[in-house]
């Protein structure tokens, strides 16, 4: 009993850990620019399928397929940012939501145009094949889940930080016209939040992608790196961060302890409780925003 | 003048329709009108309250699903069921807006998205839905008639549609429609003239909630089947972009919009397999140059004919 609730806790965090990810760009990009990207699923889908075609057609191995991947959802996401939301910045915010969704409607058309609807298969980062300890069997693949996610984060960390750049960006995102009063370019800050953001969803999407099956749908995982944000509060990096991995946790138990039916709904309603309880997540005590 | 000129041209094409165009034509034409019609109430919540929803699919199904449902289990003709599955969806959409329009409109979007996984994943898992297999939809009887020809369930279908548009018509230009608008360009002055925000903004998601319930009831007898793949995240996606290539200030914005993601790709067959992609990266661009729409390339007269007449008038000052 205590084995597999605590084997339900590792696969929820492992899961959790790729949710944060999730979150954390979609925080970025809200704190940066005002805009939720609903776009994010769709470029995570691209990312993966960038790393499909390297390795299938152009017969690259693993590693420097995902890094072609990754940089590849950079470039993507620098064209969105300057192509269609920077011209669109100055209005109302109904409009820039519009068009993440066309973005990422257009992307996820495209990819099943050109890779066809049918599932490929995503090599996993390494072996599948169980360890046992103590009871718990832990998985090689899993914990290169693991690793990445807390890899990344470590480098976000650093990041925002310890250097100038991070520092512009966090001071972005917490107060615009503050940042841009004391000589930060706003044009490259938003810029930068693009890149990085699109580069970890491609990163998300790789590490979940073997543990799913790749169709141009995919895409809709992103609902649990909303989930995850609003749990933390749609704010803060360390908020999504726990958000995630408390999401993979809740999705973990009610699969089991409730239906697996649960699992793919919970993330859903989740979102509309939270929202409705508690706007602004668990952590941050209620502001209410006056007229 | 471009507003009831429009009028006058989609009824001429309604009423014309059933003596000129083929039966596959015809049946194209219904469709267009339905599709609208469920659009007409996504313009009435962005167009003029500014809000998105990413449920219109959602309560197209209330709508549809509980006419058929209304009629199976307790025996209510379906043109009674369907006025009565749109007043549900419209307390659906009441309630839903009821509980998180107190926030920014962002957190709708989210909450919509939320909801239409929720109403597809139910639609799936009931049994009384039909699951993932779908239900058939009867046929109408009034007064003893079956009312299953293509012809009949097209006058059904498109009555119902020009009721809808004309409906959604007159609200954009009632008092409440004006109250809307001045929410939406700035709600610190409207709110300081005695704007409800919270309820007029809830009002409207359920306004578009009924057109997309009522309209959606309709559309699902010119289908004859419910498949669960018609309520989707990415349905209600399709009906976001027809509202934004037609453009979201007018209901012909949604008869312009829908009129092409019906034909177009039939005039395109040879591009099947690239013709959403090709629909939805047209209404990304759209966004970026032409935001108000396809039907603002007709505004321009009413621009250019307002700038004569204040020219004119200032020289005669």
């Known amino acids: ?291 | 003048m471009w507003g009831n000129l429009a009028w006058v041209l989609w009824l001429a094409i309604a009423a014309l329709a059933p003596f000129l165009a083929g039966q596959y034509l015809l049946y194209n034409i219904g469709i267009v009108a339905t599709t609208a019609a469920i659009v007409s109430g996504l313009t009435f919540l962005s167009g003029v309250a500014g809000l998105i929803s990413i449920a219109q699919s959602a309560f197209v199904a209330i709508g549809s699903y509980g006419a058929v449902l209304l009629q199976m289990h307790l025996g209510i003709p379906l043109l009674i069921g369907i006025p009565v599955a749109a007043a549900i969806a419209g307390v659906v959409g009441w309630l839903l807006g009821f509980l998180c329009l107190r926030l920014d409109g962002h957190y709708l979007a989210l909450v919509t998205l939320a909801f239409m996984g929720i109403v597809h994943y139910t639609i799936i898992n009931l049994d009384i839905t039909g699951g993932a297999v779908g239900l058939a939809v009867p046929s109408v009887t009034l007064f003893g008639f079956t009312l299953d020809s293509p012809m009949a369930i097209y006058v059904m279908a498109v009555t119902a549609s020009a009721i809808t548009l004309w409906s959604i018509d007159r609200l954009i230009h009632s008092r409440y429609g004006r109250m809307l608008r001045a929410l939406r360009q700035s709600d610190i002055a409207a709110v300081s003239l005695g704007a409800d925000r919270r309820s007029l903004r809830t009002m409207a998601l359920a306004t578009s909630a009924v057109a997309g319930g009522f309209a959606g009831g309709f559309q699902a007898l010119q289908l004859t089947y419910l498949d669960p793949q018609q309520f989707t995240i990415v349905t209600a996606v399709f009906y976001i972009a027809i509202m934004v290539v037609g453009g979201m200030r007018s209901v012909h914005g949604a008869i312009i919009g829908a009129a092409i993601f019906v034909f177009v790709p039939g005039f395109l067959s040879g591009l099947e397999h690239y013709m959403a992609f090709i629909l939805f990266f047209f209404v990304t661009v759209m966004i970026v140059v032409m935001p108000d729409g396809l039907v603002s390339i007709f505004s321009v007269g009413d621009r250019l004919s307002g700038w004569m007449a204040s020219r004119h008038g200032r020289k005669n000052a």
């Open chain 1, 1 to 291: 009993m205590v084995s597999t609730f605590i084997q339900l806790l590792l696969s929820g965090a492992i899961a959790g850990s790729v949710y944060a990810l999730l979150a954390i760009g979609l925080v970025l990009i809200h704190n940066g620019t005002g805009v939720v990207n609903f776009g994010f699923g769709d470029q995570l889908m691209v990312g993966v399928y960038i790393l499909v075609f390297a390795q299938q057609f152009l017969g690259l191995a693993l590693p420097p397929a995902i890094l072609v991947a990754v940089i590849v959802s950079g470039l993507l996401g620098l064209a969105i940012q300057s192509l269609v939301m920077t011209p669109l910045r100055n209005r109302p915010v109904l409009i820039p939501i519009v068009a993440t969704i066309a973005i990422g409607a257009a992307l996820r058309e495209g990819v099943r145009a050109f890779m066809g609807p049918n599932p490929w298969p995503v090599p996993f980062l390494l072996s599948t094949s169980p360890y046992r300890i103590g009871g718990i069997s832990i998985v090689p693949s899993d914990l290169a889940i693991l690793g990445t996610a807390i890899v990344i984060m470590a480098c976000l960390y650093v990041f925002f930080e310890f250097t100038r750049y991070g520092q512009a960006i966090l001071a972005a995102c917490a107060n615009p016209t503050g940042a841009l009063i004391v000589g930060i370019p706003a044009g490259t800050t938003t810029t930068g939040i693009w890149v990085l953001s699109s580069m970890l969803a491609a990163i998300a999407g790789i590490v979940i992608a073997p543990l799913t099956t790749l169709t141009p749908d995919i895409g809709l995982i992103a609902i649990k790196g909303f989930a995850a944000a609003v749990l933390g509060g749609f704010a803060s990096l360390p908020g999504a961060v726990v958000g995630g991995i408390l999401l993979g946790i809740i999705e973990a138990l009610a699969g089991y302890y409730i239906s697996s039916a649960m699992k793919d709904i919970v993330s859903y309603a989740i979102l509309i409780g939270v929202i409705v309880l508690l706007p602004s997540g668990l952590f941050n005590r209620v502001s209410v925003r006056k007229v």
